[in-house]
């Protein structure tokens, strides 16, 4: 497709290998490689030296920072965020000298959730929407919606709003609201949303 008949970016130095699909007004950095059989949405940016692997799902007004492989197994929902250098694993028990592209497991990011920088995503796992990863977590297991999670291993630590600020329930509060947009959320165990 020549570069006048595109509503996407790709920069010169990024290769795109056939077929792919990429959204309208998605742009695709310096020394990027996306991947045959990859879906990527509208609106995303994909930054320097990032890896977006066969078969990968992004959705809309997914922000992927730089240095970052997102691998076969994993799909990313709408407005999903993964910071500078963060990691997807695909396999459990890698080793160099035994295939095991048949033994991939899905990772799902859903909507809206945040991924800091240098964290780590141990695949076979969910990340509930809006939820977010502290820098430097090691995420080995589900992680609910609207969750703060941090640590090696992850751990909650709290809950977030959509428009990611900190959720305050006092003690035996189910209800909060957000300080900064004024959203009231209702909590139950490790379950929190948006009250009705």
């Not at 730089?66 to 028990?93: A, H, K, Q, R, W």
């Not at 751990?155 to 900064?180: S, V």
């Amino acid at each position: 497709m020549n570069s006048d008949q595109r509503d996407y970016f790709i920069h010169e130095s990024a290769y795109v290998d056939e077929p792919s699909v990429i959204g309208a007004g998605t742009k695709i950095w310096h020394f990027s490689h996306v991947m045959k059989n990859s879906r990527i949405g509208e609106r995303c940016n994909i930054g320097q030296n990032v890896v977006i692997s066969p078969d990968v799902v992004i959705g809309n007004n997914v922000k992927i920072q730089n240095n970052v492989s997102v691998y076969t197994g994993c799909i990313l929902e709408d407005d999903v965020f993964c910071g500078p250098s963060m990691v997807f694993t695909n396999v459990m028990n890698p080793r160099s000298h035994v295939s095991r592209k048949d033994e991939y497991k899905s990772t799902l990011v859903r909507q809206g959730a945040s991924l800091g920088a240098n964290c780590t995503v141990v695949c076979g796992t969910t990340i509930g929407r809006y939820a977010f990863v502290g820098a430097g977590s090691v995420v080995t297991k589900d992680i609910p919606d609207y969750a703060l999670v941090y640590g090696n291993p992850a751990r909650l630590h709290g809950w977030m709003c959509a428009c990611g600020i900190a959720l305050e329930f006092g003690d035996g509060d189910d209800r909060g609201t957000c300080r900064a947009c004024g959203v009231e959320y209702k909590k139950s165990g490790r379950h929190v949303a948006p009250a009705a």
